[in-house]
């Protein structure tokens, strides 16, 4: 079965950066465009980035510049690089793929930014 397995998550700093990883299972990963979301507290989920099977992208504003989203097919993991990281990016983040009419996710990673 499909599989999602967010990491890297922590506390840090504002200003600082970190990496999140997404190892996926289950499906041809190639194929298919991986995400990242957020949903901080008392907030709606909201898309982060998007990698196409194309290696397309799409970022949301409020990262554009900041985050990079990358993918590595032969160890099918999406990744998110987040630097210059704000305590406003102070979320749970989730890896998503879009599949056959179904949205599969991961169990998310809490990414902490504070002084």
């Known amino acids: 079965q499909v599989q999602l397995v967010e990491s890297g998550g922590d506390l840090v700093q504002p200003g600082g950066s970190l990496r999140l990883s997404c190892a996926a299972s289950?499906?041809?990963?190639?194929?298919?465009?991986g995400n990242w979301f957020r949903q901080a507290p008392g907030k709606e989920r909201e898309l982060v980035a998007t990698?196409?099977?194309?290696?397309?992208?799409y970022y949301a504003d409020s990262v554009k510049g900041r985050f990079t989203i990358s993918r590595d097919n032969a160890g099918n993991t999406v990744y998110l690089q987040m630097n210059c990281l704000k305590p406003e990016d102070t979320a749970a983040y989730f890896c998503?793929?879009?599949?056959?009419?179904?949205?599969?996710w991961g169990q998310g990673t809490q990414v902490t930014v504070s002084s």
């Open positions: 990698i196409t099977s194309r290696n397309n992208t």
């Open positions: 289950g499906y041809i990963f190639n194929s298919y465009a």
């Open positions: 998503h793929v879009y599949m056959g009419g179904k949205d599969y």
